[in-house]
């Protein structure tokens, strides 16, 4: 059975940073993702790590956000530095298990987490 369960949301104030992480099972994966849906927003790409050990970020998160992946763990991370209150929103870890077109297209990922809530005050 096919597991992405998100950890480490949370409420912190604008200028912080925080670390959220994906812990993965049930089988490999070509690609896992970090997407984020603020309320009335469609969801949008953040960073995506693939099996070539390449990383993959939009380029509004970067600079700001890192990812990185424990393969040991088999969990990847998303390391979300100045964060402002539009960071505000449920954060999702997304995988697919074959070769993609578009990285940032989340109709791509066939399995999904159930997301966890990042909210940024003022």
């Known amino acids: 059975q096919v597991q992405l369960v998100e950890s480490g949301g949370g409420l912190v104030q604008a200028g912080d940073s925080l670390r959220i992480s994906c812990a993965a099972s049930?089988?490999?994966?070509?690609?896992i993702g970090w997407f984020r849906q603020a309320p009335g927003k469609q969801r949008e790409f953040l960073a995506a790590?693939?099996?070539?050990?390449?990383?993959f970020y939009a380029d509004f998160v970067k600079g700001r956000f890192t990812m990185s992946r424990d393969n040991a763990k088999n969990t990847v991370s998303l390391e979300m530095n100045s964060l402002k209150p539009e960071d505000t929103a449920v954060y999702y870890c997304?995988?697919?298990?074959?070769?993609?077109?578009?990285?940032?297209?989340?109709?791509?990922?066939?399995?999904w987490g159930q997301g966890t809530q990042v909210t940024v005050s003022s």
């Open positions: 790590f693939t099996i070539s050990r390449s990383t």
């Open positions: 049930g089988r490999d994966f070509f690609v």
């Open positions: 997304a995988a697919a298990p074959g070769s993609m077109t578009r990285l940032e297209d989340e109709n791509e990922y066939n399995y």
